[in-house]
């Protein structure tokens, strides 16, 4: 999992930034970081979602369990 973050944000990075090896942030490629901003907008507005409905279904299993 670790790895995978990893790589990731080295993808990120690398379309963010141009790297001169001493990590100098320089010029940011504002349409990368839009693009990427994008995404886990989405993403967060899914989880929120499925955070909605797990919710949802534990308040619904709750009350079966008490009629029973």
């Known amino acids: 999992m670790t790895e ?3 790589t ?3 993808n990120i990075f ?3 930034t141009d790297d001169n090896g001493c990590y100098e942030l320089g010029e940011v490629n504002f349409y990368q970081l839009a693009s ?3 995404e886990l907008y989405i993403l ?3 989880l929120r979602d499925r955070i909605e409905q797990l919710e949802k ?3 619904l299993l709750k009350s079966y369990a008490w009629e029973q």
């Open 4 to 6: 995978k973050k990893s």
């Open 8 to 10: 990731l944000w080295g």
């Open 14 to 16: 690398t379309d963010l």
């Open 36 to 38: 990427h901003l994008e």
């Open 44 to 46: 967060n507005a899914e």
């Open 57 to 59: 279904d534990n308040e």
